[in-house]
């Protein structure tokens, strides 16, 4: 198992980059199924758990709060606007632009570098594959 990047051209700096490649899709019925191959649970439990899960966490969103998964990580809503000189000038309906959900991966900072390390990343590789030149 291996992570995928090429390099990628940016276009305002005329750079190249390394960008990962996405390798394929998992979609929600395989997600369950290879879940219930994992425990217990049957392929409907797992589906129902999984449904409800995205039920009850935008209820919560809504209402503000973060919600915390351990060992995956929390989620919250952010939001666009614009900026203003003075609060007297903000107008929410002018400046608020919209709301997107917003994650932050579970992760542990290491007590002598203070780097944050990301567990469900423990263990990748890195496969680089050069992008073709075009001649």
């Not at 997600?31 to 994992?38: C, D, V």
Request: glycine share 4%; with cysteine.
């Amino acid at each position: 198992m291996s992570i995928i990047c090429t390099l990628e051209k940016k276009r305002t700096d005329n750079r190249y980059y390394a960008r990962t490649r996405k390798t394929g899709r998992v979609g929600f019925t395989q997600f369950a199924e290879e879940i219930s191959r994992n425990c217990s649970a049957k392929p409907s439990d797992v589906i129902l758990v999984l449904t409800e899960l995205c039920e009850v966490m935008r209820h919560h969103l809504l209402n503000g709060e973060e919600i915390i998964i351990p060992d995956l990580g929390s989620f919250h809503i952010g939001i666009q606007s614009d900026s203003v000189e003075t609060p007297s000038e903000f107008t929410p309906s002018k400046h608020i632009h919209a709301l997107h959900i917003k994650f932050r991966p579970h992760s542990r900072r290491d007590p002598t570098t203070w780097k944050l390390s990301h567990p469900m990343l423990d263990n990748a590789k890195i496969k680089f594959r050069p992008t073709p030149t075009h001649s």
